[in-house]
């Protein structure tokens, strides 16, 4: 097949135009795992509510603000657990909770959704923990993008709230007392465009 060079002149800016939008029309975030916190809530008995954060996660995020998509993954390592309270940071990394020798990291993983003005609203995906993966749907309450001003780099941030049932992951320590086997998960997340 014999393509004239005058065709091929014409189209070359345009094929370059197209791949210069599809390459702008997504970036790669890393999750700052020294701002990225998964906090949670958890009943006491109905006495009190227990709250807890894991120190150390990693992910990503892939958004398309203009397209209004987006996909993001986050490992959250399980023996960072943190109470405030040493002995039971050291039961729940145990056997009779997370089991962290065996299960040793928690994975969600998402599709971004519901985009309003380039931000999205909530992320629909899976959460895999303790050997079982379920559902779950997390609303974002804020989600804001700006240049990080020391790098010079996008940076954007969000919080982002939901809950789950416990026992449907196998974790259901306490139900027999009357522990409410619902956690609440409240979420504060920052990630820099990758270079």
């Known amino acids: 097949m014999h393509v004239s060079l005058r065709l091929v002149r014409r189209l070359l800016p345009l094929v370059l135009l197209l791949s210069f939008v599809a390459s702008a029309a997504s970036a790669r975030y890393t999750l700052d795992p020294d701002h990225t916190y998964p906090s949670f809530e958890a009943d006491h008995m109905g006495i009190s509510t227990w709250r ?116 449907a992951f196998g974790l259901d320590a306490g139900k027999h007392y009357g522990f409410d086997m619902q956690v609440a998960l409240r979420i504060q997340v920052e990630a820099l465009r990758d270079k």
């Open 52 to 167: 807890g954060k894991f120190n150390h996660s990693q992910g990503w995020v892939e958004l398309d603000k203009a397209g209004g998509n987006g996909a993001l993954q986050v490992s959250v390592a399980l023996d960072s657990i943190d109470f405030g309270q040493e002995p039971l940071n050291a039961w729940a990394r145990g056997k009779d909770f997370f089991d962290v020798a065996h299960h040793p990291r928690a994975v969600f993983k998402g599709r971004l959704a519901g985009f309003v003005d380039g931000a999205p609203t909530r992320v629909e995906g899976t959460l895999s923990l303790h050997g079982v993966t379920r559902p779950i749907e997390l609303r974002i309450d804020h989600f804001k993008c700006m240049p990080h001003p020391i790098l010079k780099r996008e940076w954007c941030g969000a919080d982002a709230l939901g809950s789950f049932d416990r026992s």
